[in-house]
């Protein structure tokens, strides 16, 4: 089955330093891939998508592009700030012949400190 | 983006009894609402999936007596966990997907609402 796997929190970084979160998939067919953000006390948030190969989503300044040959879809910020201190999901969703549902990885606790 | 609500945010309960949590849509229609359950350190797992005004469709492994949901309006969906046990103790989020305005279909999720039985 489909299957998303993202590196383990937490990630603890200066403001202002570059930040990488790693995600790679399993999936058949051709998914949609998404990064979702949850802050403290909310629901998930889209945060970026790309809906097929070499596309690249961006949003806040933070980027990802979505890498067929190497089924990943990595997350990447320059320059973070201690408000983009939250847990990052990535996603993918295998589109209408898989039922349309999100299968989420686990998640990475990001901490950005002064 | 769209407001998504659910109550309560945190439950505590003895076992046997059952939990009532609401999820609301505050400002778009969820022709669609699913139900996650996360553990700690582990991603969403999708539990249930339901379209207004029809039977939802259960996950594998997912019992639909224990975890009773009803979609009755395209604002509101209830998960109903029946005869809780410390087992169900989890965190369940909603996630309605629809639109609002001319906007393409979007799923959106709740805070998550706790819950922990004794």
């Known amino acids: 089955g489909d299957s998303v796997t993202q590196m383990e929190g937490p990630v603890t970084l200066s403001e202002e330093a570059f930040l990488t979160i790693n995600c790679t998939y399993t999936?058949?067919?051709?998914?949609?891939l998404f990064w979702y953000v949850q802050y403290p006390g909310e629901g998930l948030q889209l945060l970026l998508k790309?809906?097929?190969?070499?596309d690249k989503g961006s949003n806040k300044g933070f980027e990802a592009t979505y890498r067929k040959e190497t089924t990943s879809f990595h997350l990447e910020k320059g320059s973070v700030q201690v408000s983009d201190s939250a847990v990052y999901f990535c996603?993918?969703?295998?589109?209408?012949?898989?039922?349309?549902?999100?299968?989420f990885g686990t998640g990475t606790q990001l901490k950005v400190e002064l | 983006g769209a407001v998504v609500s659910q109550h309560p945010s945190r439950v505590i309960c003895k076992s046997g009894t059952s939990v009532k949590i609401e999820c609301r849509s505050l400002?778009?229609?969820?022709?669609?609402m699913f139900w996650y359950r996360q553990f700690p350190k582990k991603s969403l797992m999708l539990m249930a999936t339901?379209?207004?005004?029809?039977?939802?469709?259960?996950e594998q492994g997912v019992e639909k007596d224990k975890f009773l949901i009803n979609h009755a309006s395209l604002t509101l969906s209830t998960l109903t966990v029946t005869s809780a046990h410390p087992e169900d103790s989890s965190f369940y989020i909603c996630?309605?997907?629809?639109?609002?305005?001319?906007?393409?279909?979007?799923?959106?999720f709740g805070p998550g609402t706790r819950l922990l039985v004794l």
């Open positions: 999936a058949t067919g051709y998914p949609s």
């Open positions: 996603a993918l969703n295998p589109g209408a012949g898989g039922g349309n549902k999100l299968t």
């Open positions: 400002d778009f229609q969820a022709t669609t």
């Open positions: 996630s309605p997907k629809g639109t609002s305005g001319l906007r393409e279909e979007t799923q959106y």
């Open positions: 790309a809906t097929k190969a070499d």
């Open positions: 339901s379209n207004e005004g029809s039977k939802a469709t259960y």
